[in-house]
């Protein structure tokens, strides 16, 4: 069964970092493009971050760009996203999903989205 799960979502003070953790089971991340989504409260789902499966990144928000950093560990069959100086406005549920090969501004090709996990940004 193919199945994506973050993990590392938290409470974090204006100006801290978080790791979230993409992590893949059911089927191999070597040829797949893994995208980061985040959803704040009332808001649609937008991207972040995409790595394809050859490395290639896409930015989806000039807001993260500078602050979030997007890798991929194969032999860990995981995906990280790495958050800078982050900002009250980055708190949302962060949700990871897949696609063959190529990154997509597109959401609706992106499938077996996570369960999602909640950064909360405040002092």
């Known amino acids: 069964q193919v199945q994506l799960v973050e993990s590392g979502g938290g409470l974090v003070q204006p100006g801290g970092s978080l790791r979230l953790a993409c992590a893949a089971s059911?089927?191999?991340?070597?040829?797949?493009?893994i995208g980061w989504f985040r959803q704040a409260a009332g808001k649609e789902r937008e991207g972040v971050l995409c790595?394809?499966?050859?490395?290639?990144?896409?930015a989806y928000r000039n807001s993260v760009k500078g602050r979030f950093t997007i890798s991929r560990d194969n032999s860990k069959n995981t995906v990280y996203l790495q958050m800078e100086r982050l900002k009250p406005e980055d708190t949302a549920v962060y949700y990871c999903a897949m696609r063959d090969d190529y990154c997509s501004e597109y959401l609706d090709l992106f499938h077996s989205w996570g369960q999602g996990t909640q950064v909360t940004v405040s002092s």
């Open positions: 790595i394809s499966a050859s490395g290639g990144i896409s």
């Open positions: 059911g089927f191999t991340l070597d040829y797949s493009a």
